[in-house]
């Protein structure tokens, strides 16, 4: 059973940067891609980046201020936060494709003075 466990969130003020990690257990494969999303409160969980063999992706509204990387196990990923505005704050989650999707638990990032 593959499980994912994120590290990483927490407080900073705005301008500030966290780096978010996320390691996934329990596959003797890589996975497919690997992935962060966020879910502000009444909000629907987004996309925020993803990374897979060659390409990435990242949501308009962190491009220039995310970068996602996976670790030289392949079933690491990060995601390095720059200059994190107040609409940053959610709860971002791991997620990871092997032959199906799996999720982490998430972890809370909180952006305010």
């Known amino acids: 059973q593959v499980q994912l466990v994120e590290s990483g969130g927490g407080l900073v003020q705005p301008g500030g940067s966290l780096r978010l990690s996320c390691a996934a257990s329990?596959?003797?494969?890589?996975?497919?891609?690997m992935g962060w999303y966020r879910q502000a409160p009444g909000e629907q969980r987004e996309l925020v980046a993803t990374?897979?063999?060659?390409?990435?992706d990242y949501a308009d509204s962190v491009k220039g201020r995310f970068t996602i990387s996976r670790g030289i196990s392949k079933n690491t990923v990060y995601l390095q936060m720059n200059n994190l505005k107040p609409e940053d704050t959610a709860v971002y989650y791991c997620r990871a494709f092997f032959a199906r999707e799996y999720w982490g638990q998430g972890t809370q990032v909180t952006v305010s003075s």
């Open positions: 329990g596959s003797a494969f890589s996975a497919d891609n």
């Open positions: 990374i897979g063999g060659a390409y990435t």
